[in-house]
């Protein structure tokens, strides 16, 4: 029998029985949005934390004591890293090290004419723009001569400018800052914008943010530093790059292997990715148990329908209907169900993803594949389930579905 | 010398229920030429509604051969005698059995688009074949919506859609009153006589067989009277 008279055959069912369809199809529906809406929102997800490591650089790696398996751990006058250390370190890995600062910040009142507010300022070295994406809008960042003239500069953040100078570019202006008790005037050199990020809002202090030349913000006349923040260059294998800097700098301050551990961004995002992917599988393969469910509700109701249809297929077969024509029939007839199903339960998953991206603030990526795939598989869903109902059908005796009342 | 449509030999058809054997059909012997014009009758239970559904091709005799126009339909598969069915096999049942939620068009068409018939060649000759039981103005309507008689003509416009060499009709009235009963068989008798065409009529009624030209009496499985239908032939003279 013709494929496109099936169709029309199968639709004309469907409609003939609107409300009992639309609730065999409600399995389907449920089952493809819950996977389709799921891996939305993990892919989203993904692609959102993605996007934040990114802003700090992937090749953005820590180097510090291993707190996290000694938390008791004396970090001597020794351990803690000075500028030797990296001067040194910046000799050794010449090539590969790309950026070094210790890490440095200080929290600072300040008041600005009848403004007074807190100041969190970064301590960095020349050149950190190009590393972690910046927008300067105004002016310029701290430069390396800023650094090696202990130049009481500062690049501020333009909420801040906009607060304390009452303007977007307060370049030239003077900020006091309270350094380890001291008040001295920093020269505002430029301004940056913060971009909106997923973690802006974790980390949100009340303070407003500012990155100054390390060397100006430091405490006395040496570093005394618990961490150092490094990029890697281009090209290099963070993982390896970083081991080898550890490795160097025990060698360097004398102390037992494994005293320092480096954490990079890559490794971070690495595992993260790893949780959330990890994750969103799992819950995917419960949604996915819902669409077995709806494959059977497909099956019960085609097999009422066989029952239902008895004579009918008597009389098809007496006219002439092969077994396999009538096979195809409800084959085709369970397939489209389960296919409309997909549709609709792709639309509502695409929907609620939407919406719940919308609600998060992240940017929403669907799959292509993945609405693909639910679709295929909602049809074979549909063609499983519907072959023992269909085979019911195409094997009945014509004697027999005719005398059926 | 018309040619034989219909050719049985030594059928039987023996049905197992548990451990007791029923012989529905006892060594039949039956041929049918073109043209003919047969009631078979019989009380329920002779054996009649076994011959009818070996003759339509929906049962296969135990024993014995069934030739269709000379081809053996005995040891057929289940498809083959689906095909045969198709071509070869006209049918018209008591309770009508039209698909249910489906136009008089439609039905009609059934036959044809299981024997491959393109689409507008199926319409064209559905729809000559109901202007010509007088159903012209009813291509759309369901089978809830026509009467019994309407229905039944229905029926008689899709056994004709493939042009069977035999049209077979179990207790065509039965379910009729007996206006549409007269108009039925007058269909029938229009069909045999000006179109030429094969029909064979299971009936127990006698009213239904006089129409016919020749009436086959089954008892017990066999066949205990074949003869011409004295009543027509008083009517030809």
Not at chain 1, 216 to 241: R, V
Request: proline share 3%; with cysteine; charged share 20%.
């Amino acid at each position: 029998m013709l494929f496109l008279e099936n169709i029309k055959l199968a639709l004309n069912s469907i409609r003939s029985n609107k409300m009992r369809s639309f609730l065999t199809m409600l399995g389907i529906i449920i089952g493809i949005s819950s996977v389709i809406a799921i891996t939305s929102i993990g892919d989203s997800a993904k692609a959102t934390v993605s996007k934040e490591f990114e802003s700090f650089g992937k090749n953005n790696v820590m180097i510090y004591p291993n707190w996290r398996e000694n938390p008791d751990m004396i970090i001597g006058p020794n351990a803690a890293f000075s500028q030797e250390d990296i001067d040194a370190l910046s000799v050794r890995f010449e090539k590969e090290l790309a950026y070094i600062d210790p890490y440095l910040s200080i929290q600072s009142e300040t008041t600005v004419g009848r403004v007074k507010g807190n100041w969190s300022i970064q301590g960095v070295a020349g050149s950190f723009d190009e590393f972690k994406k910046m927008n300067i809008i105004h002016g310029r960042m701290i430069s390396n001569s800023d650094l090696k003239g202990k130049r009481d500069y500062i690049v501020i953040e333009k909420k801040g400018a906009e607060i304390f100078f009452n303007t977007e570019n307060p370049v030239g202006r003077i900020m006091n800052l309270n350094v380890n008790g001291n008040m001295r005037e920093f020269v505002i050199v430029g301004v940056y914008a913060e971009e909106k990020s997923l973690f802006s809002g974790l980390m949100s202090t009340s303070a407003y943010t500012a990155y100054s030349p390390y060397t100006s913000i430091q405490g006395g006349l040496e570093i005394n530093a618990s961490m150092l923040n490094i990029y890697i260059g281009d090209g290099y294998n963070i993982k390896q790059t970083s081991d080898a800097m550890v490795n160097y700098l025990e060698k360097i301050k004398g102390t037992e292997k494994g005293f320092y551990i480096s954490d990079s961004v890559e490794s971070q995002q690495g595992t993260v990715d790893q949780i959330l992917g990890t994750l969103s599988l799992a819950i995917g393969a419960i949604a996915g148990i819902s669409l077995v469910v709806g494959g059977i509700g497909i099956m019960n109701i085609m097999l009422v329908s066989v029952t239902e249809r008895t004579r009918e297929i008597g009389i098809r077969k007496a006219l002439g209907a092969r077994t396999k024509d009538i096979l195809i029939q409800f084959l085709i007839e369970s397939m489209i169900i389960s296919a409309i199903g997909g549709v609709i339960g792709t639309a509502l998953g695409s929907g609620i993803a939407v919406i719940g991206m919308s609600i998060a603030g992240a940017e929403l990526v669907i799959s292509p594949l993945v609405v693909l795939f639910a679709v295929l598989f909602s049809a074979m869903v549909g063609m499983f389930f519907g072959i023992y109902p269909a085979r019911k059908a195409a094997k009945l005796d014509p004697i027999e579905a005719l005398r059926y009342e | 010398m018309s040619k034989e449509i219909i050719r049985l030999e030594n059928i039987y058809k023996t049905y197992k229920n548990g451990t007791i054997n029923v012989e529905a059909l006892k060594d039949i012997n039956l041929t049918i030429k073109e043209g003919e014009f047969v009631a078979i009758m019989g009380v329920s239970g002779s054996g009649k509604s076994t011959l009818m559904n070996i003759l339509g091709c929906l049962d296969r005799p135990t024993g014995g051969n069934y030739y269709i126009e000379g081809v053996d339909v005995s040891e057929k598969t289940d498809d083959q005698l689906s095909q045969v069915r198709n071509k070869n096999v006209g049918f018209i049942f008591q309770s009508f059995n039209l698909i249910p939620r489906t136009t008089a068009l439609k039905n009609v068409e059934l036959p044809m688009v299981y024997a491959k018939i393109p689409k507008e060649e199926r319409q064209r000759r559905a729809m000559e074949l109901l202007n010509g039981v007088g159903l012209g103005d009813r291509y759309h309507h369901m089978p809830n919506e026509l009467s019994g008689g309407q229905n039944q003509r229905v029926a008689i416009a899709r056994a004709l859609t493939n042009k069977p060499p035999i049209i077979l009709a179990d207790e065509p009235t039965g379910n009729l009153d007996s206006k549409s009963s007269i108009e039925i068989m007058e269909i029938f008798r229009k069909l045999n006589k000006e179109d030429k065409n094969t029909v064979i009529i299971v009936t127990h009624e006698h009213d239904i067989a006089k129409y016919t030209d020749r009436i086959i009496t089954f008892f017990d499985g066999e066949i205990t009277s074949d003869k011409e239908n004295e009543n027509m032939k008083q009517e030809a003279l």
